[in-house]
């Protein structure tokens, strides 16, 4: 069993300048997702995808490997994260003659990522025999309850819940954001398929990084949580 782990992790961020090497709690944030990686232990090769010189360097000193940089074609504002990781799978085939049994898809910036989720998501993955498999969170908020403006009118959405309880509502998940596991034989134009799965995080294990507030609410998240791990 092979297994390679993928940081995709472009030069251009619009939002946030240089936001996968912006200083993130003392170091540049994509280091937690190649610390976490290699310390993992789960993966033979741990690499970093990006059009970006600045970024290969600093992914190298925190222990990743470069082989190649990213085509200008993949690294503009609309391509997708499934166009980098066939890129990179089609790129070790034909420079190094190596195919991989499953490959984990892991952003740069999600430094809440964990070893035991990272393992639970393959044994998930391995076991039940899933194309792919991803974390997911619960929305914070009951969506049933959501709103919409109609010509100035606000109403709901689905008002078959008005009366309803919020623990009486199904849960609802999103996507958190950190990392995807799949089967790259199985997995051509999508991440997301009928047989993929997912393990559930805590609302503090996540946090989406879009805005400069994201950003803080994301340093406090991870210094409450290693505060707590060292108090246990």
């Known amino acids: 069993m092979t297994n390679l782990a993928i940081i995709p992790a472009r030069g251009g961020s619009k939002r946030i300048p240089r936001k996968n090497i912006k ?12 610390e976490t990686a290699i310390q993992s232990g789960l993966f033979d090769e741990v690499m970093v995808s990006t059009d970006d010189e600045e970024v290969a360097k600093i992914a190298k000193q925190f222990g990743a490997q470069v082989p190649f940089m990213r085509s200008k074609k993949n690294a503009g504002d609309f391509s997708t994260t499934i166009d ?7 790129l070790y085939s ?18 809440m990522i964990t070893k035991a989720k990272l393992e639970e998501g393959l044994n ?10 991803f974390p997911i969170v619960a929305f914070s908020y009951p969506v049933w309850r959501g709103l919409e403006i109609v010509n100035e009118k606000t109403q709901l959405i689905w008002p078959e819940y008005l009366n309803s309880r ?5 849960k609802v998940y999103h996507d958190a954001g950190q990392w995807y596991w799949y089967k790259p034989r199985k997995i051509q134009n999508t991440l997301f398929t009928e ?6 995080l805590d609302e503090m294990e996540v946090q989406d990084i879009d805005t400069l507030s994201d950003w803080l609410l994301a340093e406090l998240k991870y210094k409450l949580i290693n505060e707590a791990r060292n108090i246990l």
């Open 23 to 34: 200083s993130f709690a003392g170091k540049p944030i994509i280091a937690y997702a190649i």
């Open 84 to 90: 980098v990781l066939k890129e990179v799978e089609v």
């Open 94 to 111: 034909e420079k190094f003659d190596k195919a991989f049994d499953y490959i984990c898809c892991i952003y740069p910036t999600a430094p």
């Open 124 to 133: 998930l993955l391995i076991r039940k025999g899933f194309d792919s498999v």
């Open 166 to 170: 919020s623990q009486d509502m199904p």
């Open 195 to 200: 047989n993929t799965s997912s393990i559930i």
